[in-house]
């Protein structure tokens, strides 16, 4: 296939369907820090099939369409995820019928050194009704590609976080094989496994996923919060603004304005911001 970006735009993204299961929705809450203390009842209620509540953040694993980047002729060794936006209808129900039906939105070609993103939407819905569940728009950054040409209309961009102090800090610790769990949600790129991958995508060893350390930012906001773990996400919103290693810290900064919060994560041990430029809504 020729790459350009009328051909990217046109791409037909596989639908996808899905069946959450209980184990599902546990091993994710496992995987983005849920049940780190065992004997928390407000985090049980994630890891514990009796009462289980399903986390914020469990639609983005859900009725996936697989890695079709690839099948429309990007470098997609150097393919990483830029940004990230879920929009949340209702929880993730169990086991029901789920769809997603996916569509490219924009290709912003930066030029042939500078690489291009694509934004894509994913829409979730049950197959019974068609009743929404969750509305995904995600970024990726195509660093080996570029020159192709423009096309579609990008999401606007995420605005800054605010310059004055934040209202609130939380530090999550991740696991040293925090991407080895993770990856068990369905998201196999070897990038996050192989150190023979990472290094031919430009890393010294495998990095985390994006969308774990996004995932961990869902569970922090909420437990910085409220502890008692009772109020949710409509929506949330961030830019992977650097990589992220298993093992590492993560210090999330919070600014409060009634029900939105501005955030970002920042890695102080290496002096760098690993998410920014994001934004959370309360339910």
């Not at 009796?50 to 694993?61: E, I, Q």
């Not at 369905?186 to 996923?209: K, T, V, Y």
Request: proline share 7%; charged share 20%.
């Amino acid at each position: 296939m020729t790459l350009s970006a009328q051909s990217i735009l046109d791409f037909p993204v596989p639908q996808a369907t899905h069946v959450v299961t209980a184990r599902d929705a546990i091993l994710y809450a496992l995987s983005v820090g849920y049940g780190t203390n065992p004997l928390d009842e407000n985090l049980l209620n994630y890891v514990y099939e009796r009462d289980l509540v399903t986390a914020p953040t469990l639609a983005n694993v859900v009725a996936h369409p697989g890695p079709w980047m690839q099948q429309t002729g990007v470098y997609w060794a150097r393919l990483v995820h830029s940004e990230h936006r879920l929009t949340i209808h209702r929880p993730v129900p169990l086991d029901v019928p789920l769809i997603s039906r996916s569509r490219v939105l924009s290709v912003v070609d930066r030029g042939l050194e500078k690489g291009m993103f694509v934004s894509f939407e994913r829409m979730i819905a049950t197959v019974e009704g068609d009743e929404p569940i969750a509305t995904i728009v995600q970024t990726n950054a195509c660093r080996g590609d570029g020159g192709c040409g423009s096309a579609g209309t990008a999401p606007e961009p995420l605005s800054k976080v605010p310059d004055d102090e934040p209202d609130f800090e939380f530090n999550v610790d991740l696991p040293d094989n925090a991407a080895l769990l993770y990856r068990l949600n369905g998201d196999l790129n070897p990038l996050h496994a192989d150190p023979q991958a990472a290094g031919r995508s430009g890393f010294d060893r495998p990095i985390l996923h994006g969308l774990c350390s996004f995932g961990y930012a869902g569970y922090a906001i909420i437990a910085a919060i409220d502890p008692g773990m009772k109020i949710g996400l409509r929506a949330i919103a961030a830019r992977f603004s650097a990589p992220i290693f298993p093992g590492e810290t993560i210090t999330l900064q919070m600014w409060r304005n009634d029900a939105e919060i501005r955030f970002r994560g920042i890695v102080a041990s290496r002096g760098v911001t690993i998410l920014d430029n994001g934004m959370a809504r309360l339910s």
